[in-house]
């Protein structure tokens, strides 16, 4: 646990591993074969000529050389021919393969490209979900952080009904007269709640004072009858952070990790804001990453990833990393 996707050079990445979409002989190449040997310098390619080559599907490990990764795993993926050569088994194939060589050496950190996504053809947004939905499974097993690394943007094609639907959603609600609105809207809830009006004494109120963000989160847990475990993991979010906020009663999350939480509870759009408010936040239409969120929800569409598709194409921070 969790899965991250971010937009990088994979070379540039300290993680303990990362993976390489090579070909059968191992001999590098162009795309992100050949930035890897560049990185890692020669005594990688002097490596693997010991190796005997790798078959589409398999995985193979060796050392990192001058990269700041550890180990570099390279696996083959398939070369699209339409879809009716099994290319979707041996893509899973790679991806699971070299989990398992990355457990095997003990890796905690993992960096994938989209495997078979550049020069062998794979359709780049099924390329993208094969990755997604097999890392995915190996997590909900396995205590890893994995990376999957997109380097262009075109990999990402989320949904197209989504996308128009998103955008006319947000041309709607994403006007500067909203920020205007939101504007007078908090200035009238500040002369309410002035000091001139209040006569009751500051203990008084801080007696008054509401759950917190971490109270209401361990109560919706328990009224969704989910597990911790399938709260944090579902929300994306590394169990080591779960466990700082299950642990301090005022813990304040970032914005993202709050709707993260939100997103896996399946809460309504009223309950998201009182939860978000508990954090110190809200949801305006004066951004759009906060009118991504809200339609994501009004649609009853609580998948992540999906939603973190949406966030990425419209270049907005992504939820849980
Ligand atoms: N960091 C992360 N991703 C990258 C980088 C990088 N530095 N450079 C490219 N990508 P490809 P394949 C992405 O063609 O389709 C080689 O010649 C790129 O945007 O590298 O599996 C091998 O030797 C794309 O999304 O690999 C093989 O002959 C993804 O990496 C053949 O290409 C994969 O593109 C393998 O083809």
């Known amino acids: 646990m969790p899965l991250f996707i971010i937009k990088d050079d994979i070379t540039k990445l300290s993680v303990d591993a990362i993976v390489n979409a090579a070909n059968n002989t191992l001999l590098g190449g162009g795309g992100v074969d050949g930035a890897i040997h560049r990185a890692a310098g020669k005594k990688l390619l002097e490596k693997c000529k010991t190796l005997g080559g790798c078959k589409t599907g398999e995985a193979k490990i060796t050392k990192g050389y001058d990269l700041p990764a550890k180990y570099v795993i390279h696996t083959v993926g398939p070369i699209w021919q339409g879809g009716g050569f099994k290319e979707r088994e041996s893509l899973i ?32 947004g099924e390329a993208f979900r094969v990755a997604t939905d097999t890392v995915l499974e190996f997590l909900s097993d396995n205590d890893m952080t994995v990376y999957i690394v997109i380097y262009d943007k075109a990999v990402y094609e989320p949904d197209r009904r989504i996308m128009s639907e998103l ?116 949801l305006s239409h004066s951004n759009k990453f906060d009118i991504i969120i809200e339609y994501f929800i009004r649609n009853g569409n609580y998948n992540i990833f999906e939603i973190n598709e949406a966030l990425f194409a419209f270049d907005q921070s992504l939820l849980g990393a």
Do not use: W
């Not at 398992?100 to 890796?107: G, Q, T, V, Y």
């Not at 950190?109 to 495997?115: G, N, Q, Y």
């Open 167 to 282: 955008s006319y959603f947000i041309d709607r609600n994403y006007e500067k007269k909203q920020a205007l609105n939101e504007r007078v809207r908090a200035s009238a809830v500040l002369c309410k709640s002035c000091a001139c009006e209040d006569k009751s004494s500051l203990d008084d109120a801080l007696k008054e004072i509401d759950e917190s963000f971490s109270e209401m989160l361990l109560r919706k847990i328990d009224e969704k009858k989910m597990t911790d475990a399938e709260c944090y993991k579902k929300a994306n979010i590394d169990r080591k952070l779960f466990s700082k906020i299950r642990k301090d009663v005022n813990y304040k999350p970032s914005k993202p990790t709050a709707i993260a939480f939100a997103i896996a509870l399946e809460l309504s759009l009223p309950e998201t804001e009182d939860m978000l408010k508990k954090a110190g936040f809200a």
């Open 93 to 124: 194939s790679c991806y699971h393969n070299s989990l398992l060589l990355a457990k095997e050496n003990k890796c905690k950190t993992v960096a994938f490209p989209i495997i078979s996504s550049g020069a062998y053809g794979y359709p780049k």
